[in-house]
């Protein structure tokens, strides 16, 4: 009996193998904590794909400091450009440390701080008359949640921008 093994050696093949899965299984089953981690984890690491391949390319194209070696930095670049990543950013490290503190400095999503594994909650939404959706969501001020599922999407919309525009 023979096995093939399959790898993911390009950014490419990891938008399409892991970031594009974790996604479709989000929007199959979003009330999933588990689930929106994972695919919060991967649209944030993403970034350290496309740095660590094509890290020249990137400190040229965002204008990062020449000698930059860390993804981080590429990742920072991304999250002052666009405000869903660096909510992605702070969910996808929620579910990583118990703790976080260090705050996103997004002002858009300033009520919805993701400061603990804690505050990434399941939220139930009434649906008209038929069953209720549930959906992961974070936690923010008064009871209000914000829901994960179309975060996730306008950042791998994002992402699959950046492919076209760069050719990663």
């Known amino acids: 009996m023979s096995s ?29 904590i588990r689930k929106c981690w994972h695919c919060a984890s991967s649209l944030f690491h993403q970034s350290d794909w496309v740095f660590n391949q094509h890290t020249q390319r990137v400190i040229t194209d965002f204008n990062l400091p020449a000698g930059t070696v860390r993804e981080s930095v590429f990742a920072d670049a991304l999250a002052s450009m666009n405000n869903d990543f660096q909510l992605i950013r702070g969910i996808a490290n929620s579910s990583k440390h118990h703790t976080l503190r260090q705050r ?4 858009p999503y300033a009520d919805y701080q993701p400061t603990s594994s804690a505050n990434t ?48």
Request: proline share 7%; aromatic share 8%.
């Open 4 to 32: 093939s093994l399959g790898k993911i050696a390009t950014p490419k093949e990891f938008l399409d193998l892991v970031v594009t899965k974790d996604l479709d299984e989000l929007r199959a089953d979003p009330g999933n």
């Open 104 to 107: 996103l400095a997004n002002p």
């Open 121 to 168: 909650v399941y939220q139930v939404i009434q649906s008209g008359t038929g069953s209720p959706v549930v959906h992961a969501a974070l936690e923010g001020p008064n009871g209000q949640t914000l829901a994960v599922l179309p975060v996730a999407e306008k950042v791998y919309l994002m992402w699959q921008t950046l492919f076209g525009k760069y050719n990663w």
